[in-house]
């Protein structure tokens, strides 16, 4: 019982920082003004967040392009700390091999799950037609993924559907990355 409780709350802290890191770089790749003077409501927040690790990172972790690589491994190093603890308290018997590999499929996880429910809120925001700053943000994170969807589904009785195709493939994505995930760990 204590396990679970631990687990459960090492997950829930261990999710908000490294989705914090993973919208950090999506943001920063969209090029999406980040500071409070943009008016972007998450920018400080995020920065609040991750600013103790990310700021570390660049000094050894240089961007490519316009990925901030340092907000990608702070993800990461978050995941291989949680996992590693987990790994730790559970006995720390043979399988430390999989920490790693468990850590890079919990970031490609929490990914999905993100974007998942930046779609889901997308959607929820789309029918009620709010001006709001936090609105425009999320537009603009939504945008770059449903932006080829839509050019190959049309309207349907004026109703956008490309919300629900992307949550589709966005299952299908994760059921093949839980696949993916069992067969490498097979492998092992």
């Known amino acids: 019982m204590l396990y679970q409780i631990f687990s ?10 490294a989705g914090a890191c993973l ?3 999506y943001m920063q790749y969209q090029r999406i003004p ?17 600013d103790w ?9 240089p961007a490519a392009g316009r990925w901030d690589l340092a907000s990608l491994v702070g993800a990461f ?4 700390a949680q996992f590693a603890l987990l790994w730790a308290i559970s006995g720390a018997g043979d399988g430390l091999f999989a920490v790693p590999i468990l850590a890079v499929f919990g970031v490609l996880r929490m990914a999905i ?9 997308y959607a929820v925001l789309s029918w009620v037609q709010t001006q709001s700053p936090m609105a425009d943000l999320i537009e603009r994170l939504v945008a770059p993924p449903l932006t080829p969807i839509r050019r190959m589904v ?7 559907l490309s919300p629900l195709v992307l949550l ?12 993916l995930q069992g067969l490498t760990l097979l492998a092992f």
């Open 8 to 17: 459960l709350l090492l997950e829930v802290a261990v999710g908000v920082l």
């Open 23 to 25: 919208l950090r770089l």
């Open 34 to 50: 980040m500071s409070s003077r943009s008016g972007n409501p998450l920018g400080r927040f995020i920065f609040a967040l991750t």
């Open 53 to 61: 690790l990310v700021l570390p990172l660049r000094r050894v972790v």
């Open 77 to 80: 190093l978050l995941q291989l």
């Open 113 to 121: 799950s993100g974007m998942t429910g930046l779609v889901i809120v």
């Open 154 to 160: 049309p309207l349907v009785g004026g109703i956008d």
């Open 168 to 179: 589709v493939l966005l299952q299908v994505a994760s059921i093949v990355l839980g696949h």
